[in-house]
């Protein structure tokens, strides 16, 4: 194993262990038959050429370091997307609740929407990773938005890659109010979000009800079939 998979390891090992933990979440509050404020998940560890471009964008030395860890806090990245801009804090309560993470920082914005238009809300946490050699605390970055915020920041991220940061004037104004338009689109949606919720909840049993063998599966025979 070369120098940077071993620095890597820890990062990947947290990433995946923060994946299973919060789809457990979403997992608790489908079979508690409550609507999960979660919808996915999604994670990766920092390419390495990221991790080149930051050093250099930071004035770091590109080599596994304790300085590195300490200074790219994303090494490990988690990112929580959310249907609803109302899930969000429920989402944030529940990370704050939990004793297997230790908080560091919190970023909003949301409240705070970065000149570019991207809105996600971004905690940095301390993770405990278990390890041959014993426990290792590292950081990683959780970010938490919405559907129409993830479409957003994904596409802008892809044309940022392609102008390299340096958008012309008419793109980045277009970015800008797409990004107005994605949190109308939030905004819309939450007005009728209970509607939402109802047909959600109608269609899944909807769905099962109407299944012979899903109903089999859950040992409810045939009864009650017209
Ligand atoms: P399930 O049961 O569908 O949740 P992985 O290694 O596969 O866990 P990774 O590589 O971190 O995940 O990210 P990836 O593959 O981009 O997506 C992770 C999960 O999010 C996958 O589900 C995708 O199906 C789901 N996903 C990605 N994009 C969307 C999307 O736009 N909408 C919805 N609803 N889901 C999406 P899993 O983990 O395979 O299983
Ligand atoms: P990637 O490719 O997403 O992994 P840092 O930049 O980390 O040294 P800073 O400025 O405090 O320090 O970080 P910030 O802005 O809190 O969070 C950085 C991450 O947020 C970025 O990671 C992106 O994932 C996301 N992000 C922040 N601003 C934008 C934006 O304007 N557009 C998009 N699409 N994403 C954004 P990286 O490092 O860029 O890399």
Redesign the pocket.
Known sequence: MGQWDRFLQPYKQAVDELKIKLKGIRAQFEKSNRTSPIEFVTG?V?PLA?IYD?TL??GLVFEPSDTLAHE???IA?VRIMCQFVDDIPVVIDLLRQRNDLHIIEE?D?ITNV?K???R?Y?MIIEYPVGTIQGEKKILA?I?IRTLAMNF???I??SL?YKYKGLFPDEIKKRLQSAAEAAFMLDEEMSEIREEIREAQAYFTEYKEANNPEVRQSQGKGDEGKR
Request: no cysteine; proline share 0%; glycine share 8%.
């Open positions: 990766r920092k990221s930051k964008e930071k790219l806090q994303d990245g970023k914005y970065k570019s238009g991207y996600s971004h970055e970010q957003w920041a994904s802008e991220h940022n």
